[in-house]
């Protein structure tokens, strides 16, 4: 079955580094979707990608879309206490949604 | 209003019980979701409703019983439920569309103990 992999699965960051989650998808996705669950919370959308080779930036974060829209990076420059969390990117075509594996940040003050 | 709420937040059962979960929505959303959360790892997509219609079964034990009353509301009705079911049922809402093109808002969640 469809399986989306993300790397790593747990980063530690010093605050002020940069961090980059990687997301892999076995399938052709037709968009990438980004979430972020802070320790007990629940997913809260960040991000949908839809076309080939999109970039999007919020503020800190960047996200890419993969030509094959197969794969997808979020990246967040000069990382703060407030990023710690779970990145999940989630996708899907016709009637089947994955999430990804998930990494989990933390960032040292 | 972007809020989905779920009650209750936490909910303790035992193996003989019928309990129910429910979720609501009043940002005019046609798609609704039940996922399923296990410690440390990614939400399961478990049923999809569209227009009140069930669209998405991910192939869910029958201890497991969804229904859509109408647009806003969803339940997830529980029954002889095992151990290895403990754990955090997410509701989420959207936008309907067969290319998974809109975010989904999630709900709080609620935390499931079955003893």
């Known amino acids: 079955g469809q399986q989306v992999m993300q790397i790593p699965q747990y980063q530690h960051v010093q605050e002020g580094e940069d961090f980059t989650t990687y997301c892999n998808s076995s399938t052709t996705l037709s968009n990438i979707q980004w979430y972020k669950q802070r320790p007990g919370g629940h997913p809260v959308f960040l991000i949908q990608l839809v076309k080939s080779g999109e970039v999007k930036k919020q503020k800190r974060l960047t996200f890419q879309f993969g030509e094959a829209k197969k794969n997808s990076s979020l990246h967040i420059t000069a990382t703060q206490t407030t990023d710690v969390g779970t990145y999940f990117c989630?996708?899907?075509?016709?009637?089947?949604?994955?999430f990804g594996t998930g990494t989990s940040l933390t960032v040292i003050p | 209003d972007t809020e989905v709420t779920q009650t209750p937040k936490h909910l303790v059962m035992g193996m003989t019980n019928k309990k129910s979960l429910k979720c609501e929505q009043h940002m005019g959303h046609r798609a609704m979701y039940w996922y399923k959360q296990k410690a440390k790892k990614p939400p399961e997509l478990m049923f999809v409703y569209s227009y009140e219609k069930l669209s998405i079964n991910e192939s869910v034990p029958s201890r497991f019983s969804p229904e859509c009353p109408n647009s806003s509301l969803l339940n997830l009705h529980l029954h002889a439920l095992q151990p290895e079911d403990s754990a955090l049922y997410l509701c989420?809402?959207?936008?309907?569309?067969?290319?998974?093109?809109?975010?989904?808002?999630f709900g709080p969640g609620t935390r499931l103990t079955v003893t």
């Open positions: 989420a809402s959207s936008h309907p569309d067969s290319d998974w093109l809109y975010e989904q808002y």
């Open positions: 989630a996708g899907g075509t016709g009637n089947q949604f994955y």
